[in-house]
């Protein structure tokens, strides 16, 4: 038992941006009931100081790094990456939606609260050091975006996106527990460090065995939640169904943060198990890239193709993890950043463009957008170069660093089928820079409005994101690579 | 008479796990499913879970189940008619490649653990003290991490459920 | 009859449970069932949870099948509103009939 079970003022300042966050979820709350109706536009104002808040206690934390409340929380360099990301794609994902939100006259403060709490779900994902942190963090995470996802609750399309997102969610969430359970019988604990250790002390066989089994079932809960096949089923249904801006934060930041506990479980915990689970992964990785790939070629709704897009980007991080390397994981965590902003990016035009009641979101309706608003166009080709992986953008280092750690982890074959499935991609992304370049503007690009103040900080900065993670890398990059140590 | 026990129960609970998924009614599945949870609750006072045992009764099979039973009957959710009607032929294989499927997953875990301790009653003791020591020593931040998660649905809740947006 | 139990039992018992809940979610197309099948795979967790605190005589696994039990009531609360609300606009419980999204 645990002597000093008084936290210490150091233990509070590593979990302050959760704490920020919370707490302001709470007052925006309370605020709209105090302030009436005509003060709702504040709302998004206080989110985005409670999120720059968070964002700065998240850096500061990193300055104080180490274990919190009997070994639950750890905060590393890692940690502070992946805080930071989510915490960003929070403020992104905030700036499209007070637009998209008044547009749909459905402005509240609960929509506020519940991404406040979803990003709070995530940071605690990212600093987790327990099995059961993990856990509790990932279904704050997840219960809140659900309830996003379902937002306009008129919408037959929303009800439906939240009604597969949850039933999915839920049945991964309880093979990742199944899995939890096994691992504690067989080590005896649900701390990573302590498992790590327990596999390492030379055994029987069984213990390989079940550890093997339990990391098979965590995995099966994972790759659901990053929607990776054979488990990505949900995702386009979910993404296509969600409203826009809740689309954009769902392949974001959920995403990111379920990545982040992936690598840390499986690096840290069942890293001396490293050969029972490379072959899931590996083949995992490969399924998922063709499938994602493939299956966006064939689609007509943008939403729908960016989530099959989605898919296959999940799929190159997957490359990374089979690396199994410090370079595959730095790799990772610069992947998924890059992917954070021309992703928002993306959804961002989507946004934009699809107008009330979200009327327009096939790819023919894009025509000509590229007379009609050159900035636009211009920057959403940014972001399609980027998710293409042309030079000078994020999207082209990150592929780069991922197909580099796999062929260094001598995964050559999946190194080459990985690239002949960007090759493939390059296809999608480029029929919709044709239509929006190469053809006459239809009804939908012509009634369209001028780009509102929320959606155009969005694509700025998402596109300056982009274009500085590709022309400098290494800012980046070394701060991953310092912190890609996960083992300690 | 541990043994009694535990197979009585055991019985009981794959009995009403089975009727869960077979009947075509919802609430016939609803109360199928409070059978599984009565029995689990007996299974956890064998392995010395008091605390949890309560806890199964009173949060599981009483609020939560309550809950479901009270959605049902809202919706006046009716019995399923099934999309495809199965030849008896498929059923019956069904049922035995179940079967064989769950006595393959028994015998991998037979076997993966060969020489398990015995349960007796009173062989361990895990009180309501002992639990809740250690959920405001070592286990205090997750236990304060789920209030947030409890927020959640209660403002889920009411923002699916209101009146207007 | 011997008197004592093999833990082994309480494992089997809870692995065929959750088999069971796994083949409810895939096969029932009744929505509340099949979210009742999801709660029957947690019950199942939570037997394993337990019978690993008997083995290492700890309280952590009452512990962990506790906060599951909290996570159990949070997911009902929202998915049954999530149920709810689709019942409304679709006047449907079956599962099969909520698919307006095909490409």
């Known amino acids: 038992m645990p002597a000093n079970f008084a936290p210490s003022a150091a233990d509070y300042l590593r979990i302050l941006p959760e704490i920020i966050m919370t707490v302001a979820g709470v007052l925006i709350m309370l605020l709209e009931g105090w302030l009436g109706e005509n003060k709702k536009r504040n709302l998004s104002v206080q989110t985005f100081v409670a999120f720059a808040a968070a964002l700065v206690s998240a850096v500061a934390a990193n300055g104080n790094p180490g274990l919190s409340f009997s070994n639950m929380l750890i905060v590393d360099g890692f940690a502070t990456f992946f805080r930071v990301l989510v915490i960003a794609v929070g403020i992104l994902s905030l700036f499209s939606a007070t637009q998209y939100l008044k547009r749909e006259h459905a402005e509240s403060s609960e929509y506020y609260a519940l991404l406040l709490f979803s990003v709070t779900g995530q940071c605690i994902m ?76 030379p055994g029987s066989e069984t213990n390989v065995i079940l550890a093997g089994t339990a990391a098979a079932l965590m995995f099966v809960g994972f790759a659901f939640k990053v929607s990776a096949a054979p488990f990505q089923i949900w995702a386009p249904d979910v993404y296509q169904g969600a409203p826009a801006p809740v689309t954009l934060f769902m392949s974001a930041g959920p995403k990111a943060a379920a990545f982040a506990v992936f690598l840390r479980v499986f690096m840290t915990a069942f890293g001396p198990i490293t050969s029972r689970w490379e072959p ?195 800012v980046v990059l070394n701060f991953a690579t310092a912190s890609s140590a996960l083992v300690k | 008479m541990t043994a009694l026990i535990f197979l009585i129960f055991a019985c009981i609970a794959v009995f009403c796990g089975i009727s869960l998924v077979v009947q075509t009614h919802p609430i016939a599945s609803a109360l199928s499913l409070i059978g599984v949870m009565g029995s689990l609750a007996i299974l956890y006072l064998q392995l010395g879970g008091e605390f949890i045992a309560m806890a199964q009764i009173i949060v599981y099979a009483g609020a939560i189940m309550v809950l479901f039973v009270f959605v049902i009957m809202l919706l006046n959710a009716g019995a399923e008619t099934p999309t495809f009607q199965a030849s008896t032929f498929v059923k019956y294989l069904g049922i035995v490649l179940l079967v064989a499927f769950l006595g393959l997953i028994s015998f991998i875990i037979q076997a993966a653990l060969p020489k398990t301790e015995g349960v007796v009653f009173g062989g361990f003791q895990g009180t309501a003290a002992d639990v809740g020591r250690k959920l405001f020593t070592s286990y205090l931040l997750p236990f304060e991490v789920t209030s947030v998660l409890i927020l959640i649905a209660l403002v889920g809740a009411i923002v699916l459920a209101r009146k207007e947006i | 009859m011997p008197n004592a139990v093999p833990l082994s039992w309480y494992l089997i018992l809870s692995a065929i449970l959750f088999g069971l809940g796994v083949a409810g979610f895939i096969f029932r197309r009744n929505i509340i069932t099949v979210f009742m099948s999801i709660e029957l795979m947690l019950n199942a967790v939570n037997l394993t949870f337990v019978t690993f605190s008997y083995q290492f005589k700890q309280v952590d696994g009452h512990i962990y099948s506790f906060f599951v039990m909290v996570v159990a009531a949070a997911e009902a609360a929202v998915g049954l509103a999530i149920i709810l609300t689709v019942f409304k606009n679709r006047s449907t419980l079956m599962i099969d009939d909520v698919n307006s999204m095909k490409y």
């Open chain 1, 126 to 201: 990212a600093t987790a050091n327990e099995l059961i942190m993990i856990f509790i963090g990932l279904e704050i995470s997840s219960i809140a975006t659900y309830v996003l996802a379902g937002y306009l609750r008129d919408d037959k399309r929303n009800n439906e996106a939240a009604l597969k997102y949850f039933l999915l969610g839920s049945f991964a969430t309880a093979f990742l527990l199944y899995g939890i359970a096994w691992i504690y019988g067989t080590t005896g604990s649900t701390n990573l460090s302590t498992i790590r250790i327990a596999l390492l002390t």
């Open chain 1, 280 to 474: 899931f992964v590996w083949s995992s990785a490969l399924l998922t890239m063709i499938i994602g790939n493939f299956a966006a070629l064939m689609q007509t709704n943008i939403k729908r193709l960016l989530a099959y897009s989605s898919i296959a980007n999940a799929g190159y991080v997957m490359v990374a993890i089979a690396a199994d390397s410090q370079i595959g994981v730095a790799a990772a965590m610069f992947y998924l950043a890059a992917y954070a902003f021309m992703n928002i990016g993306a959804f961002a035009v989507v946004t934009h463009f699809s107008r009330q009641g979200e009327k327009f979101v096939n790819v023919e309706d894009l025509a000509g957008l590229g007379w009609k608003q050159p900035v636009t166009a211009a920057l959403f080709s940014i972001f399609l170069l980027s998710l293409i992986g042309v030079p000078l953008t994020g999207g082209f280092f990150g592929k780069f660093y991922i197909f580099k750690a796999a062929l260094d982890a001598n995964l050559v074959w999946l190194t080459v089928l990985g690239l002949l499935n960007s090759a493939v991609a390059a296809y999608y992304y480029l029929r919709i820079l044709v239509v929006m370049y190469m053809k006459e503007p239809g009804e939908a690009t012509l009634s369209l409005q001028p780009v509102g103040v929320g959606i155009a900080a969005t694509l700025w900065i998402s596109a300056v994101g982009t274009l500085v993670l590709g022309i400098f890398p290494s």
